[in-house]
């Protein structure tokens, strides 16, 4: 079982978003505790271990670190405006 952290940033974007959108986030980021590299997350390209899984028309952002058991999220937004900041 790996421990899920939120960096800064996604946390402030997460509580930014509507309430039902939250739960459905959320609800699939503790999923990534189970399972960190579900079949629909993608490996992120010219990053080590960055992956990312879709919510809808958002997209969250996520570091998996094997030797600790810790999932990071690392961003959480819509698609058009996630990755302009990673």
Excluded: C
């Excluded at 030797?67 to 996630?82: H, P, S, W």
């Amino acid at each position: 079982m790996y421990r899920v952290e939120y960096e800064r940033a996604a946390s402030r974007e997460l509580g930014k978003l509507p309430r039902q959108i939250q739960a459905r986030i959320v609800q699939a980021i503790e999923d990534l505790a189970e399972d960190p590299r579900p079949p629909s997350s993608r490996k992120m390209v010219g990053t080590l271990n960055g992956h990312r899984i879709r919510v809808g028309d958002y997209r969250v952002l996520y570091d998996v670190r094997d030797d600790v058991l810790i999932v990071v999220v690392i961003r959480v937004g819509k698609r058009d405006q996630v990755y302009r900041r990673f």
